[in-house]
């Protein structure tokens, strides 16, 4: 069963770049799509993006000019970086198996709080 | 595009049947059959409980039932029993360019 874990700093001063990464075990990186969601604390769910480890990744247009998705596949990983963070993006970043056929994130990571404050 | 619209908050007793609804556009919901629900606890990772509009992930409770018509999709529990109380979200394929549509999520509620 595939497992997901971010890390990343739980703190992100405005303007810089937020950078998380996702680590993936029990299963190979090179068979699924993979996908950032967030959630600002008692909000909804948002969609950030997913990508393939061969792939041109797809971003959610909102964030597009902001976001950035890359996947190691030496180190079953793949990452997150969005730019020019304000307050407004603080919230736990999840990331997920993307089941591209169903169209559906399953498993998730725990999820990781990301503070944007000086 | 805008996320998928659910009610805000729905509540029932135990033993009732309540349905959440998630309203979307032929764009989504009502051109395609990619929805999906989560269920969500408090502090708690979202897990997928639907996918396909009516297919059950193995292992979630049959009360659980979810269809679709028109732009609406629609998920059903029967039997309402208190550990059912979370946020429930629908998820959509898009063919704009948003590609993945979330809804703004249903607490609900078990008196």
């Known amino acids: 069963q595939v497992q997901l874990q971010e890390s990343g700093p739980g703190l992100v001063t405005p303007s810089e770049t937020l950078s998380l990464i996702c680590t993936v075990s029990g299963g190979s990186i090179t068979n699924y799509y993979w996908s950032w969601v967030r959630q600002p604390p008692g909000k909804g769910l948002e969609w950030i993006g997913y990508?393939?480890?061969?792939?041109?990744?797809d971003y959610n247009p909102s964030l597009k000019s902001r976001v950035t998705m890359s996947v190691d596949t030496s180190k079953s990983q793949f990452s997150l970086n969005l730019s020019s963070v304000t307050a407004a993006d603080t919230a736990v970043y999840y990331c997920?198996?993307?089941?591209?056929?169903?169209?559906?994130?399953?498993?998730w990571g725990q999820g990781t709080l990301v503070t944007v404050s000086s | 595009q805008s996320a998928l619209t659910q009610p805000a908050s729905v509540s029932g007793s135990p033993g009732q049947s309540i349905t959440l609804s998630c309203t979307g556009t032929?764009?989504?919901?009502?051109?395609?059959?990619?929805v999906s629900w989560y269920q969500q606890y408090p502090g708690k990772v979202p897990k997928l409980i639907i996918f396909d509009v009516t297919s059950r992930v193995s292992g979630v409770s049959n009360r659980f039932s979810a269809s679709k018509s028109g732009n609406t999709a629609s998920l059903t529990i029967s039997g309402l029993q208190s550990e059912d109380e979370a946020d429930y979200y629908c998820c959509s394929y898009t063919s704009t360019s948003t590609l993945v549509l979330f809804g703004g999520g249903t607490k609900l509620t078990v008196l």
């Open positions: 990508i393939y480890h061969s792939g041109r990744p």
């Open positions: 032929s764009s989504d919901i009502g051109g395609y059959n990619f």
């Open positions: 997920a198996t993307y089941r591209f056929g169903k169209k559906v994130f399953d498993p």
